[in-house]
T-cell receptor, first 110, second 117 residues
Framework: KNQVEQSPQSLIILEGKNCTLQCNYTVSPFSNLRWYKQDTGRGPVSLTIMTFSENTKSNGRYTATLDADTKQSSLHITASQLSDSASYICVGGTASKLTFGTGTRLQVTL | DAEITQSPRHKITETGRQVTLACHQTWNHNNMFWYRQDLGHGLRLIHYSYGVQDTNKGEVSDGYSVSRSNTEDLPLTLESAASSQTSVYFC????????????????FGQGTRLTVV
């Protein structure tokens, strides 16, 4: 059964600090790993998409890494802002079949 | 700008009633998906379509149906609503990967919060 596990489940950090979210996946078939940001009451919005041959991809203050050998990915957020408060969802799969993690709930405080 | 819209945003219905949730996209995407999101679960795939007249069951399809009569719309019907179908429903669309492309961007609607009482 395809699975995507994320840790931690929730995280509170001070504004301006960095943080790293983790994702372990067991997905087949697999061609890409995605990170989405989901604000409360909204649909997920794509942050990064990496193919199995890519190791890292950045989108502004968000940097995702992928180790296809160990089936692990991480999302690093630099210099966090209050607007980063959201759920971050790791997703693995193919162009048309995706398996979603349950997300990490991030709260950025003053 | 192209977009994907869901309606209604909120709905309360009674057990046993038939309910249809609308999804409309102007991306001209071939692929459309319906997911449900519940606490403690990642988004779970209900039904999906790769084009007009094509529909497929996802992992949690029991009690749901879809039809695809045009590119833009994929309505989701709950045949006889049950309390277990209380959830937030998301529609998404993506283009077909061509030319060896291993991924295509998926765009999500704002969600429909459905409560079955």
């Amino acid at each position: 059964k395809n699975q995507v596990e994320q840790s931690p489940q929730s995280l509170i950090i001070l504004e301006g600090k960095n943080c790293t979210l983790q994702c372990n996946y067991t997905v087949s078939p697999f061609s890409n790993l995605r990170w989405y940001k989901q604000d409360t009451g909204r649909g997920p919005v794509s942050l990064t998409i990496m193919t199995f041959s890519e190791n890292t991809k950045s989108n502004g203050r968000y940097t995702a890494t992928l180790d296809a050998d160990t089936k692990q990915s991480s999302l690093h957020i630099t210099a966090s802002q209050l607007s980063d408060s959201a759920s971050y969802i790791c997703v693995g799969g193919t162009a048309s079949k995706l398996t979603f993690g349950t997300g990490t709930r991030l709260q950025v405080t003053l | 700008d192209a977009e994907i819209t869901q309606s209604p945003r909120h709905k309360i219905t009674e057990t046993g009633r038939q309910v249809t949730l609308a999804c409309h996209q102007t991306w001209n995407h071939n692929n459309m998906f319906w997911y449900r999101q519940d606490l403690g679960h990642g988004l779970r795939l209900i039904h999906y379509s790769y084009g007009v007249q094509d529909t497929n069951k996802g992992e949690v399809s029991d009690g749901y149906s879809v039809s695809r009569s045009n590119t833009e719309d994929l309505p989701l019907t709950l045949e006889s609503a049950a309390s277990s179908q209380t959830s937030v429903y998301f529609c998404a669309s993506s283009d077909t990967g061509t030319g060896g492309k291993l991924y295509t961007e998926a765009f999500f609607g704002q969600g429909t919060r459905l409560t079955v009482v």
